[in-house]
């Protein structure tokens, strides 16, 4: 909700804060990157293929979870009406933002793996901010944890963005109730923020009883299995 109060106030206010948590989830890994990686001895990245299996069906499952990662790079033209000169900044915003996201990933990744021992690394369930106390010590450790936390806010509020702006697009080309695409006077879609936002709460909300969640699961199974059949 407060990725969605940052959305109705304006997509020059949600901006902000996606510029201020991606400054904040950026500057850490690259901290890390820089002060780990040269003095990590080669020796720590060694087995190249620590799971000892096929090299190419290794390759062909780290290729599918990195794309799922960066799931969500379309969405950069979604909000085109708000951009000054979509044509140019669009594309350019995309494939420096990928460009940056993978060198900073890649390097941090490589940091974690040469800082933690392989059987540590396996247990962890917050790799990077092990890997920041071992250098650092455990403050820098809580610290990681908590940018990590930010990082997931920064996502969440882009995707509130989405919340509202799919909907007023589909309500304009007549696909969608035409209360989606009334705005205020920031030009902002508060019907569909709201109601979207009041959806994904009650599927929250769910998870904590296990019915619920059997019921979202079938659901789910249900609508994937009616657009799978033909008309």
């Not at 695409?181 to 994904?200: C, N």
Request: glycine content about 6%; overall charge positive; some cysteine.
């Amino acid at each position: 909700w407060a990725g969605t109060l940052a959305n109705i106030l304006g997509v020059r206010s949600a901006g902000r804060v996606q510029l201020i948590t991606t400054v904040l989830k950026l500057l850490p890994l690259i901290a890390i990157a820089t002060f780990a990686i040269p003095s990590i001895e080669p020796a720590a990245w060694q087995p190249f293929n620590r799971s000892e299996g096929n090299l190419w069906s290794v390759l062909a499952a780290t290729v599918a979870l990195t794309l799922w990662a960066f799931l969500g790079v379309e969405s950069a033209t979604i909000p085109a009406d708000n951009v000054r000169d979509p044509e140019r900044n669009i594309p350019r915003a995309t494939l420096i933002g990928a460009t940056l996201a993978i060198v900073v990933t890649v390097c941090a990744c490589m940091a974690v793996v040469g800082l933690l021992p392989a059987a540590a690394l396996a247990k962890s369930s917050a790799p990077f901010a092990d890997a920041a106390a071992r250098l650092w010590g455990d403050r820098a450790g809580t610290l990681f944890a908590v940018v990590a936390a930010i990082a997931c806010f920064g996502a969440l509020n882009g995707w509130v963005l989405m919340q509202g702006q799919v909907p007023l697009a589909a309500a304009r080309d007549r696909v969608f109730p035409a209360f989606f695409a009334r705005e205020d006077a920031r030009g902002t879609p508060v019907h569909g923020l709201v109601l979207s936002s009041a959806l994904a709460s009650l599927l929250v909300l769910a998870n904590y009883q296990k019915n619920l969640v059997q019921l979202f699961t079938f659901s789910i199974l249900l609508s994937t299995a009616a657009t799978l059949l033909p008309y």
